[in-house]
């Protein structure tokens, strides 16, 4: 039988673009992952999140979990 999981996603705003500067506030992004793995959920992919052609304005974090 294979595992069944659960996902969720983390959605964080930075404060300027990525491709024109980075302004993320990692810490407070770290203390988000921190209570999410505390929780049991396990980071799975990190990717920015953009207006068409326009710059990364949000960060996007996927976790999993076994389901049950």
């Known amino acids: 039988m294979h ?6 996603v983390l959605k964080l ?3 300027t ?3 024109t500067g ?14 999410f793995g505390a ?9 920015g999140i953009q207006r068409a052609n326009g ?4 960060v996007m974090a ?3 979990r076994p389901k049950g």
Do not use: C, I, R
């Not at 710059?55 to 949000?58: A, E, H, M, S």
């Open 22 to 35: 980075t302004d993320f506030d990692d810490a407070q992004f770290g203390k988000h992952l921190n209570a």
């Open 39 to 47: 929780a049991g959920w396990e980071l799975v992919s990190v990717t």
């Open 62 to 64: 996927v976790m999993k």
């Open 55 to 58: 710059p990364t304005n949000y």
């Open 3 to 8: 595992p069944q999981w659960e996902y969720t």
């Open 13 to 15: 705003p930075t404060k």
């Open 17 to 19: 673009p990525f491709l």
